[in-house]
Structures are given as structure tokens and as C-alpha cells.
């Protein structure tokens, strides 16, 4: 089962993301995807705090996807590309593009 499939992620995380580059990128980027219904599913039990969850996973998105975005510009390379040892110095200066 992935993000797609689970109705309170679309719902709460998902759906929620605005309609700009910074939530298209969320949307569409598997890595990023991932990322975020990974920490879904370790938060989802404290339901006290749902609210407050989904908003800290969804700006742990848009942050990753802002990054993603600026590293793609740098390098051309794909997201998944930017974990890679070898390309830690265009991860680098895409972070300090956005800081």
C-alpha cells in the first residue's frame, strides 16, 4: 500500500497542499510521496495531535520539495539522484540557495 491508497493521508496531507510549484512537486515526486507518508505512518497514532502532525509533515514536504526543486535546477539530475554521495555538493548549494 502506498500514499495513493490511504484515504486519511490524501485526505489530511495530501489534498491539503496548495496549488502552486512548491505542491505540484509534492504531489507528483514519488521520493518526496514517500517521505511523507513514511512519517504518516509513524505519526498516525497520536491522534490528539492530528491536526498538528499532518501540518508538520506536510511543511517537511514543501521543504524537500523546495530543496528537490533547487537541486534539479543546479544539477539536471532527478530527485532521487540527490542522495547520492557523489552529488552532495549540488545538494549543498541548493540548500543554500533556500536558506
Not at 491539503?16 to 510549484?21: A, G, I, Y
Request: glycine share 4%; aromatic share 12%.
Amino acid at each position: 500500500m502506498g500514499p495513493a491508497s490511504n484515504s486519511d493521508f490524501v485526505m489530511t496531507v495530501f489534498n491539503v497542499l496548495r496549488e502552486d510549484s512548491i505542491g505540484t512537486k509534492c504531489r507528483e515526486d514519488w521520493v518526496i510521496l514517500e517521505v511523507g507518508y513514511r512519517k504518516y505512518l509513524d505519526k498516525k497514532h497520536d491522534q490528539f495531535k492530528k491536526y498538528e502532525t499532518s501540518e508538520n509533515i506536510r511543511s517537511d514536504m514543501c521543504l524537500l520539495a523546495r530543496v528537490t526543486i533547487e537541486f534539479n535546477q543546479l544539477s539536471g539530475l532527478k530527485t532521487e539522484d540527490m542522495f547520492l554521495q557523489k552529488n552532495y555538493k549540488f545538494l549543498e548549494k541548493a540548500i543554500d540557495q533556500i536558506i
